[in-house]
């Protein structure tokens, strides 16, 4: 996918937003001053207040500042009782903005204009939803259920599936509460596949977004294919910053990626710059420890499986694609 028509995109959409905004904004205040007409002479009394003493500054080269706040905060104030009065919320002629952040254009800050996390987390879904499990969001604690795992013994463990999923679950709640401040900001969860692991790291990436953190999912198939194209020409660099500089990345079916002189080199330089930067990686595997430092080169697999950094979990039990069928 190409990043900077994604951008190009989006914020033709935040402009659109705007002009919603303003249409909304523009009715509010036509609704408020049929029902009291003076609310809209305080509205425009305020607004030429603030005028005149542009004006002023712009002659004078300086403006009573605390003579105009006194007069605005007045006005302001009068507005408000006046829009209670009339059945209406005190804050009802407010700006309108969907991110009040970036007031919906998509970045923050004057001197340097940096994007917003708004923008920043809309990209990423736009990305996310080319992936071959569809976007980030549609799984969630809320659908997590208990009940479709068998709760009978399983050769040679302790607990059911049901019961180690009972604790699953509670580890990733606490994760994504926790977040960032997690015990470890690493986690990989291994196992056979259909035992839930893409569904436990959707929850958790989904309960983080919603607590404002900019999140990022993508195959290890995807993966490898950013980083080559950054690597052969450069293309896909805004991308490939994402992957390094986001809150939170799932990198989801390590081990189904092509095995090439490069794949080594390509996981190393992602999970080596996160975790020199102490940012949170969530990796799924049908792959077992064992087989991960088989497969890649020891220093991908020192810093996937370091014990200061990375939780490791294991799924079992039976796969629940073939529980359903029967």
């Known amino acids: 996918m190409d990043t900077a028509n994604v951008i190009r995109q989006l914020l033709g959409e935040y402009e659109q937003q705007r002009e919603e905004n303003y ?43 605390q003579a105009m706040q006194a007069q605005l905060v007045a006005l302001s104030t009068r507005i408000r009782e006046k829009l209670v009065n009339a059945g209406f919320p005190e804050d009802y002629l407010q700006p309108i903005y969907r991110c009040p952040v970036c007031q919906d254009t998509g970045y923050v800050g004057e001197l340097i204009r940096e994007k917003c996390n708004c923008l920043k987390q809309r990209i990423m879904d736009a990305e996310n939803a080319s992936e071959r499990k569809g976007g980030l969001g549609s799984h969630r604690f809320e659908q997590f259920d ?28 606490r ?51 950013l980083m080559r194209k950054f690597q052969f020409d450069g293309s896909e660099a805004q991308a490939v910053d994402y992957l390094q500089t986001c809150d939170l990345l799932f990198i989801d079916d390590l081990g189904t990626e092509p095995q090439t002189k490069s794949t080594s080199s390509y996981l190393f330089q992602i999970i080596n710059e996160r975790n020199n930067n102490d940012l949170h990686t969530i990796i799924s595997t049908n792959l077992s420890p064992e087989q991960i430092f088989d497969l890649y080169s020891e220093r991908v697999a020192s810093r996937l499986m370091d014990v200061s950094k990375t939780t490791t979990i294991r799924f079992y039990g039976r796969d629940l694609r073939m529980t359903r069928r029967n």
């Not at 040679?156 to 709640?173: P, V, Y």
């Not at 994760?175 to 291994?190: G, I, S, W």
């Not at 607590?211 to 195959?219: D, G, L």
């Open 23 to 65: 249409r909304e904004e523009q009715r509010r205040k036509r609704e408020a001053g049929g029902v009291d007409p003076e609310i809209l002479d305080l509205i425009n009394e305020r607004m030429f207040v603030f005028r005149d003493a542009q004006r002023v500054a712009f002659a004078n080269g300086s403006v009573d500042t």
């Open 146 to 173: 208990l009940n479709v795992f068998p709760d009978e013994p399983v050769k040679g463990e302790k607990a059911t599936q049901r019961e180690h999923m009972r604790r699953i679950e509670r580890a990733a709640r």
């Open 175 to 225: 994760y994504a509460e926790d977040f960032p401040d997690t015990q470890k900001p690493n986690l990989v969860f291994f196992g056979a596949s259909g035992l839930g692991k893409t569904f436990v790291a959707d929850c958790i990436a989904s309960r983080v977004m919603d607590r404002a953190f900019v999140v990022r999912r993508v195959t290890a198939y995807r993966l490898m294919e």
